[in-house]
């Protein structure tokens, strides 16, 4: 069966054209998939495997205590393999055809407090250049909720500071206007004329935000960076760089802003991945009335 997946992954690298990550991630789920088959079905060549093989495999992720968006991807890699082996004539049919996917997990975003958000953004102010370009950096991020890949890909022409917005080119080069505040544009404005010369040093590109060598600031760099802040602000939660988004929009939606004007800035296609937040303001809602209601 090892010489059925390494035809398969060579068809992925061939034939597909897969990047070496994918290609990696498919080999890992199914070499999980082979050892679970061999050492615990006894089964010898994929033509045996049924229907109920694969749930029990499912069943055997789940004990385990795998997420469900892992159960998913295994299931999503099983289904291509056999597709791929039916078309081999290696086997006759496909027993993963009618498996629904699992459930995913209704896990809620993490956020920080406003008192949170409000000490990482004190903890980036520092006289220096690199602290300069900290502070406009994350005032920018908390002001208009962009992803972080969008933060380090951003040009100094996307930057509109005197009229007050930013131009964000978000997943599959869709396009979106968002308002920045006058703090975050204050600080933009420090970072431009006292920072960015300096740190540029003798390199020539337009990426708004650079590194000590001049060269644009990478997403590895902006978590060294986030890091080193949450520690200095003395933060107990898990800070991610997704976490101020999600304080973004919680934020605003908390503070009555329309549901549809949040997804817009937020660039989600489906106003669904947007309601989760609805969610999360409702628990926050149930938190406060739990402490502050004297008959709570």
Same mark, same amino acid.
């Given at each position: 069966? +090892? ?5 398969? /992954? ?23 998939? /082979?050892?679970?088959l ?5 089964? +010898? #060549? ?16 789940? =004990?385990?205590?795998?997420?469900? $968006? ?8 099983? !289904?291509? %393999?056999?597709q ?11 027993? $993963? ?5 699992? !459930?995913? =997990?209704?896990?809620?975003?993490? @956020? ?8 990482l953004?004190? #903890?980036? +102010? ?6 300069? !370009? ?7 991020l ?32 869709k396009?979106? @206007? ?7 544009? =204050? ?18 590109? =337009? ?14 760099? %902006? ?18 760089? *997704?976490?101020?988004? *999600? ?27 947007t309601? @989760?937040?609805? *969610? ?12 502050? *209601?004297?008959? #709570?």
């Amino acid at each position: 069966m +090892k010489e059925e997946l390494k035809a398969f /992954i060579h068809y992925l690298v061939v034939e597909k054209g897969l990047a070496q990550n994918s290609t990696k991630a498919y080999e890992r789920d199914l070499s999980t998939y /082979i050892s679970y088959l061999e050492n615990v079905e006894n089964v +010898k #060549a994929f033509n045996d495997v049924k229907k109920s093989t694969i749930l029990y495999f499912l069943h055997h992720l789940n =004990d385990q205590g795998r997420a469900s $968006s892992t159960m998913s991807r295994m299931l999503s890699s099983i !289904r291509t %393999f056999h597709q791929f082996l039916i078309r081999e004539a290696v086997v006759s049919h496909d027993p $993963s055809l009618h498996i629904e996917m699992p !459930r995913p =997990d209704k896990n809620l975003p993490k @956020i920080l407090s406003t008192t949170e958000v409000d000490a990482l953004l004190e #903890a980036a +102010k520092n006289p220096t250049m690199l602290g300069i !370009r900290n502070k406009a950096m994350f005032e920018l991020l908390y002001a208009t909720g962009v992803r972080v890949s969008e933060l380090c890909s951003m040009k100094l022409s996307d930057l509109h500071l005197q009229m007050g917005f930013i131009r964000c080119l978000g997943k599959g080069n869709k396009e979106r @206007i968002i308002p920045i505040g006058e703090i975050a544009s =204050d600080a933009l404005g420090s970072y431009l004329e006292e920072s960015r010369p300096t740190l540029m040093k003798k390199n020539h590109h =337009d990426f708004l935000f650079v590194n000590h060598h001049g060269r644009p600031l990478s997403r590895q760099g %902006f978590w060294k960076v986030l890091k080193q802040l949450a520690k200095d602000a003395k933060i107990d939660k898990k800070v991610t760089p *997704h976490t101020l988004r *999600h304080s973004f929009a919680t934020h605003l939606l908390e503070n009555g802003a329309d549901l549809r004007a949040v997804q817009e800035m937020l660039g989600h296609a489906d106003i669904s991945t947007t309601q @989760i937040y609805t *969610h999360v303001t409702k628990v926050r809602m149930r938190e406060v009335y739990s402490k502050y *209601h004297p008959r #709570a």
